[in-house]
């Protein structure tokens, strides 16, 4: 899977469509001031109605394809508050099943890091299962009489990779569709061949939607990153558009950007930073020669783990390539994110718990959030 991407690639219509809008001058339209109501971020029980209503019903993308790139791969994952296991099989098939040995609940694969190997043993009794979940073996196999194998497989969760990533759902009867019609937008930067050079989880004691509405709005860059990426930004340059409750956006760069407006991809990437926000807490960032896909996973009402991944095109085949992808990724997820997006989350959670105001202020560079927020109250209120 760890290739070069092809030759070829084109941007699709809807990408092409928003360096259009920025090469002419246009913004995404915007309904004026609005606002959010402090409690949003701070309540207890609001917390609890989004766990219920949206991450255990909507589908979540839980990693990059990259992390896991060849088959009979293994990743624990307990992020999402319940004992995952991500897998792919020996035909290349990539699941997410529960971490947990049928046989008497043990956690079958410990820590966070992959595993490598076609057959996964429980720790406690030495049960075997293969990365497709089937339970393959046991030791003194009389002492169960009549026990059959096929009923005591890993328990599955829905599970579909498109356009190089993984998405799941607790939720059996959970509506993968729009997904995969994102696939189409990632596969044209080809996400699914990029290799995974870093990954790091961040607790970050914030509610999680603070964090997704730093990535919704451009209003930011200049101030917060003065010191750090704003400079390669145009203030205020920037449209976005929706696909089901999920956003693309896309901020112009110091570049020419009517030049990049229906160029390959190359140009484009140089102009303009495409963003992706993958309903209800996932971000894309598109740069110049790299991507960072972050993952939210919320623990309370003012604490997230957020998981960056940093894609690069290959594996570096020089210390001089390492070199250089090391110092984007301590940019990128040292200062701007943890230092900047992440401290600035952190600031603001205190600010609004503190109560000294009862809702937050939006202008027209933020309407991102607005349509953000409209999503998470939709689906709080019975709606899609």
Same mark, same amino acid.
Not at 78 to 95: C, S
Not at 281 to 296: A, E, K
């Given at each position: 899977m760890n290739v070069h991407a092809p030759h070829g690639l084109r941007p699709t219509e809807g990408?092409?469509?928003?360096?259009?809008?920025?090469?002419? %001058?246009?913004?995404?339209?915007?309904? %004026?001031?609005?606002?959010?109501?402090?409690?949003?971020?701070?309540?207890?029980?609001?917390?609890?109605?989004e766990q219920a209503h949206i991450f255990a019903k909507h589908p979540l993308v839980i990693a990059p394809s990259a992390l896991l790139p060849d088959a009979n791969m293994a990743v624990p994952h307990?992020?999402?508050?319940?004992?995952?296991?991500?897998?792919?099989?020996?035909?290349?098939?990539?699941?997410v099943f529960m971490n947990v040995c049928?046989?008497?609940?043990?956690?079958?694969?410990?820590?966070?890091?992959?595993?490598?190997?076609?057959?996964?043993?429980?720790?406690?009794?030495?049960?075997?299962?293969?990365?497709? %979940?089937?339970?393959?073996?046991?030791?003194?196999?009389?002492?169960?009489? %009549?026990?059959?194998?096929?009923?005591?497989?890993?328990?599955?969760?829905?599970?579909?990779?498109?356009?190089?990533?993984?998405?799941?759902?607790?939720?059996?009867?959970?509506?993968?569709?729009?997904?995969?019609?994102?696939?189409?937008?990632?596969?044209?930067?080809?996400?699914?061949? &990029?290799?995974?050079?870093?990954?790091?989880?961040?607790?970050?004691?914030?509610n999680w939607k603070l964090i997704m509405d730093a990535f919704l709005e451009s209003y930011h860059v200049q101030r917060l990153h003065s010191g750090t990426i704003g400079p390669f930004f145009k203030d205020g340059v920037t449209t976005g558009d929706q696909i089901g409750p999920h956003q693309r956006s896309a901020v112009g760069r110091e570049a020419d950007l009517v030049a990049a407006a229906g160029s390959d991809w190359p140009?484009?990437?140089?102009?303009?930073?495409?963003?992706?926000?993958?309903?209800?807490?996932?971000?894309?960032?598109?740069?110049?020669?790299?991507?960072?896909?972050?993952?939210?996973?919320? &623990?309370?009402?003012?604490?997230?783990?957020?998981?960056?991944?940093?894609?690069?095109?290959?594996?570096?085949?020089?210390?001089?390539?390492?070199?250089?992808?090391?110092?984007?990724?301590a940019l990128l997820d040292g200062q701007v994110f943890a230092g900047e997006d992440f401290r600035a989350a952190e600031l603001g959670q205190q600010g609004l718990a503190s109560g000294a105001i009862d809702r937050v202020t939006l202008g027209t560079l933020e309407t991102g959030i607005r349509h953000f927020h409209d999503a998470v109250e939709s689906r709080l209120n019975g709606c899609g």
């Open positions: 990408q092409l469509a928003l360096a259009a809008i920025l090469a002419n %001058g246009g913004t995404r339209s915007s309904a %004026g001031i609005t606002h959010v109501d402090a409690a949003a971020y701070t309540s207890p029980e609001r917390h609890a109605a307990d992020g999402f508050g319940k004992p995952l296991l991500v897998t792919r099989d020996k035909n290349g098939t990539a699941h049928r046989h008497r609940g043990t956690r079958l694969v410990e820590g966070g890091e992959p595993v490598c190997a076609p057959r996964l043993i429980c720790p406690y009794h030495a049960w075997s299962y293969a990365l497709d %979940g089937a339970l393959t073996g046991m030791p003194r196999p009389e002492t169960f009489p %009549g026990l059959d194998k096929a009923d005591f497989g890993l328990k599955p969760l829905p599970t579909v990779e498109a356009g190089g990533l993984i998405w799941f759902a607790f939720d059996d009867a959970a509506d993968f569709s729009e997904a995969r019609a994102l696939g189409e937008d990632f596969e044209a930067f080809d996400l699914p061949g &990029q290799y995974l050079f870093r990954r790091k989880t961040h607790r970050v004691a914030a140009q484009l990437r140089a102009a303009i930073t495409y963003t992706y926000q993958m309903f209800p807490g996932t971000v894309l960032i598109v740069s110049p020669d790299y991507m960072n896909l972050m993952v939210m996973m919320p &623990q309370s009402e003012g604490e997230v783990l957020v998981e960056d991944f940093m894609l690069i095109p290959a594996a570096p085949a020089t210390d001089k390539a390492r070199n250089h992808w090391e110092r984007s990724w």
